[in-house]
């Protein structure tokens, strides 16, 4: 029987599993209890007048979210403490993500800036960037000289 060398199959398959315990022990060893940074999912739209952001950003509070425009990006900055409760007997399980967060987006420039505005419910915040009047093309008549 002729079998193929494969003079790296050992170290492969050692890595292969050694990554096995990256996660449950890197996670143990790197957060130790403590938050961990999270992003918040971001919807875009746009409709006819405006662009619309909306964040899920629940529990939140509203006076921990910023939401700032400038040079052409629109910033949402925020964060969700971790609140332990004394006469709790201990958690079995923490998977929600705790901690500060910052998205940044691009504008376009058919943005207007002034028209900017944000709105908090149901722990979706909610931005709308109103568009620029755009120039509307017209039509210049063309006089004939006749001579």
């Known amino acids: 029987m002729i079998t193929k060398y494969r003079p790296f199959n050992d170290f492969e398959n050692l890595v ?13 060893f790197t957060e130790g209890g403590a938050a961990k940074p999270w992003t918040p999912a971001v919807d875009i739209h746009e409709t ?3 662009l619309v952001l909306r964040a899920d950003v629940p ?11 400038e040079n052409g990006t629109l910033t949402l900055k925020g964060k969700r403490e971790f609140e332990k409760k004394e006469e709790s007997k201990g958690y079995h399980r923490i998977e ?3 901690g500060s967060f910052v998205r940044a987006f ?5 943005v207007d800036p002034e028209k900017l505005g944000a709105d908090y419910k ?12 755009v120039a509307k093309p017209r039509a210049v ?6 001579t």
Do not use: C, W
């Open 16 to 28: 292969k599993n050694l990554q096995l315990f990256d996660e449950p022990f890197g996670r143990f």
């Open 48 to 50: 006819e007048n405006e």
């Open 59 to 69: 529990d939140v509070k509203p006076e921990d979210i910023d939401v700032h425009f």
């Open 96 to 98: 929600r993500n705790y």
């Open 106 to 110: 691009t504008m376009p420039d058919s």
């Open 122 to 133: 149901n722990g979706v915040l909610t931005v709308t960037v109103g568009k620029k009047e």
């Open 141 to 146: 008549k063309v006089n004939v000289a006749t």
